[in-house]
């Protein structure tokens, strides 16, 4: 990246201002509070329901390095924020039993918005200590480069490199969402008799699908989810998964002996796997939470004579002085930033722009991005599978995709999930280690490329593609 060049991380599609804009106070205030350093230079751009997330110059990776550098010297620091992010689970776990104690509609609107106070200054404690993760791997792939340079260095093939990264990378723990799916799969072999394990099942993940569809599921909608997959399921992705599981712990001390890594090499691995892992934390935490909050949302949305997406438009400050101050100024406020705006920091000042300025900043940012294509990325999860690109940029797009189809994004996200399970490969322009692609991929043992720059200007839909992803690259057997 040149000097005054912009570049954008990443895309979320379906998301709304609040609360994704929680996570720029995280990385800009709440680091320079907490840790003396903030992200300089970063843009969060929410148009077309969808956020674009910008930087320039490499601004993220001066943060990334002084973290990296941390968590290399010290290294009880990894554990430090781990445990931060227990004690934040169990912080909105009591929140939650706070919420349910309340008859909502009977709550004033100061108690209502000290409710929301509460869940805004966790989440911006939350985003504070995890970005310390994500800013070793986001904007430039620091930790994955690092850990490339140690395989290299090794006396084996580009394919046996693939297959090292991806094994050394993958957490020992199962994440949450890998855990639900072997409930959910469990429960499909043994329809018709699950009321129990249903029960079991609801009471633990009744919430994991909110951050997907925004829905809290119920024994009427996992019913009708497990009876749609009978068909499909004899019993062999599940075995897959807790096979892989049994056997990753005894393949990792095997690989580390087989490769002679030293033990700080080790510990970059270990460094890894533990960064994966915590970010499948927070999300569990960000969806657990949203889902906890929206009767509160909800009621306030009512008092204020809006909906919920509009609602979502407002920030702290804004429904302070609506729901404390009576003041209706918010609705305004909404309509500007529906059309589009943007919230920064720019030369260390925290700024919102709408409308014609927010307009001309994104031009400026477009225009200075590059623009190279390189159908080359980095391995998340090593295999080789040929098929159809189907680009998948937002919801709308999926009814197209079929099963064994090229999956093709700027960054996958939540939303997706339905249909990457189907997926022969998954690639993505932007992402690294600790993407959202590349855990899924993981958990899944889906084929999956990240961090192809421009890969959505290199390839059309219908394209015939081959993708490697033992050594990160794509190749176009035919164009459509």
Same mark, same amino acid.
């Given at each position: 990246?040149?000097?005054?060049?912009?570049?954008?991380?990443?895309?979320?599609?379906?998301?709304?201002?609040?609360?994704?804009?929680?996570?720029?106070?995280?990385?800009?205030?709440?680091?320079?509070? @907490?840790?003396?350093? /903030?992200?300089?230079?970063?843009?969060?751009?929410?148009?077309?329901?969808?956020?674009?997330?910008?930087?320039?110059?490499?601004?993220?990776?001066?943060?990334?390095?002084?973290?990296?550098?941390?968590?290399?010297?010290?290294?009880?620091?990894?554990?430090?924020?781990?445990?931060?992010?227990? @004690?934040?689970?169990?912080?909105?776990?009591?929140?939650?039993? %706070?919420?349910?104690?309340?008859?909502?509609?009977?709550?004033?609107?100061?108690?209502?918005?000290?409710?929301?106070?509460?869940?805004?200054?966790?989440?911006?404690?939350?985003?504070?200590?995890?970005?310390?993760?994500?800013?070793?791997? #986001?904007?430039?792939?620091?930790?994955?480069?690092?850990? @490339? *340079?140690?395989?290299?260095?090794?006396?084996?093939?580009?394919?046996?490199?693939?297959?090292?990264?991806?094994?050394?990378?993958?957490?020992?723990?199962?994440?949450?969402?890998? *855990?639900?799916?072997?409930?959910?799969?469990?429960?499909?072999?043994?329809?018709?008799?699950?009321?129990?394990?249903?029960?079991?099942?609801?009471?633990?993940?009744?919430?994991?699908?909110?951050?997907?569809?925004?829905?809290?599921?119920?024994?009427?909608?996992?019913?009708?989810?497990?009876?749609?997959?009978?068909?499909?399921?004899?019993?062999?992705?599940?075995?897959?998964?807790?096979?892989?599981?049994?056997?990753?712990?005894?393949?990792?001390?095997?690989?580390?002996?087989?490769?002679?890594?030293?033990?700080?090499?080790?510990?970059?691995?270990?460094?890894?796997?533990? +960064?994966?892992?915590?970010?499948?934390?927070?999300?569990?935490?960000?969806?657990?939470?949203?889902?906890?909050?929206?009767?509160?949302?909800?009621?306030?949305?009512?008092?204020?004579?809006?909906?919920?997406?509009?609602?979502?438009?407002?920030?702290?400050?804004? #429904?302070?002085?609506?729901?404390?101050?009576?003041?209706?100024?918010?609705?305004?406020?909404?309509?500007?930033?529906?059309?589009?705006?943007?919230? /920064?920091?720019?030369?260390?000042?925290?700024?919102?722009?709408?409308?014609?300025?927010?307009?001309? #900043?994104?031009?400026?940012?477009?225009?200075?991005?590059?623009?190279?294509?390189?159908?080359?990325?980095?391995?998340?999860?090593?295999?080789?599978?040929?098929?159809?690109?189907?680009?998948? %940029?937002?919801?709308?797009?999926?009814?197209?995709?079929?099963?064994?189809?090229?999956?093709?994004?700027? /960054?996958?996200?939540?939303?997706?999930?339905?249909?990457?399970?189907?997926?022969?490969?998954?690639?993505?322009?932007?992402?690294?280690?600790?993407?959202?692609? /590349?855990?899924?991929? @993981?958990?899944?043992?889906?084929?999956?490329?990240?961090?192809?720059?421009?890969?959505?200007?290199? #390839?059309?839909?219908?394209?015939? +593609?081959?993708?490697?992803?033992?050594?990160?690259?794509?190749?176009?057997?035919?164009?459509?």
């Amino acid at each position: 990246m040149t000097a005054n060049e912009w570049s954008c991380m990443s895309v979320d599609v379906e998301t709304s201002v609040f609360p994704t804009v929680i996570c720029l106070y995280g990385i800009t205030s709440g680091m320079q509070d @907490r840790f003396g350093i /903030a992200t300089d230079n970063i843009a969060f751009v929410f148009r077309d329901k969808k956020i674009e997330y910008w930087v320039k110059d490499n601004s993220y990776s001066v943060v990334g390095k002084y973290f990296l550098n941390m968590f290399i010297s010290n290294r009880k620091f990894i554990e430090w924020v781990g445990e931060q992010h227990f @004690r934040l689970f169990e912080d909105f776990r009591k929140l939650s039993k %706070l919420i349910k104690s309340f008859d909502i509609k009977r709550c004033t609107n100061k108690s209502l918005f000290g409710i929301y106070s509460i869940f805004w200054d966790k989440t911006l404690e939350l985003y504070t200590i995890s970005c310390t993760l994500s800013s070793i791997e #986001l904007d430039i792939e620091l930790i994955s480069s690092r850990l @490339r *340079e140690i395989l290299k260095k090794k006396n084996i093939n580009d394919d046996k490199k693939g297959y090292y990264f991806t094994l050394l990378t993958t957490p020992e723990k199962s994440t949450i969402y890998e *855990e639900e799916k072997i409930h959910f799969l469990d429960m499909q072999l043994n329809y018709p008799d699950i009321k129990d394990r249903l029960k079991s099942y609801l009471g633990k993940y009744y919430w994991i699908q909110y951050g997907f569809e925004g829905k809290v599921m119920n024994s009427e909608t996992s019913t009708r989810a497990i009876i749609t997959g009978l068909s499909k399921n004899n019993g062999q992705e599940l075995s897959k998964i807790i096979d892989n599981r049994k056997n990753l712990i005894s393949k990792q001390k095997e690989a580390e002996k087989i490769l002679k890594l030293n033990e700080e090499e080790k510990f970059l691995f270990y460094l890894s796997r533990e +960064v994966v892992c915590l970010k499948s934390i927070r999300k569990a935490i960000t969806f657990f939470s949203a889902c906890e909050l929206r009767p509160v949302l909800c009621e306030m949305a009512a008092r204020l004579n809006l909906t919920m997406g509009d609602l979502c438009y407002l920030l702290k400050d804004d #429904l302070k002085t609506a729901l404390l101050e009576g003041q209706n100024e918010y609705k305004n406020i909404i309509q500007a930033r529906k059309e589009i705006c943007i919230f /920064a920091r720019l030369d260390g000042r925290l700024v919102e722009f709408t409308g014609k300025e927010a307009r001309d #900043l994104l031009d400026k940012m477009q225009s200075s991005s590059n623009k190279q294509v390189q159908l080359k990325g980095t391995p998340a999860f090593c295999g080789k599978a040929k098929g159809r690109v189907k680009k998948i %940029l937002e919801e709308k797009d999926m009814p197209k995709f079929n099963e064994g189809d090229i999956l093709v994004s700027y /960054a996958t996200n939540p939303n997706l999930v339905p249909i990457m399970g189907k997926a022969a490969a998954i690639i993505t322009q932007e992402g690294g280690l600790t993407c959202h692609a /590349a855990i899924f991929s @993981r958990e899944f043992s889906i084929p999956c490329i990240v961090g192809v720059k421009n890969v959505l200007d290199g #390839l059309k839909d219908g394209d015939m +593609v081959e993708v490697d992803a033992y050594k990160g690259e794509i190749k176009i057997i035919k164009n459509d």
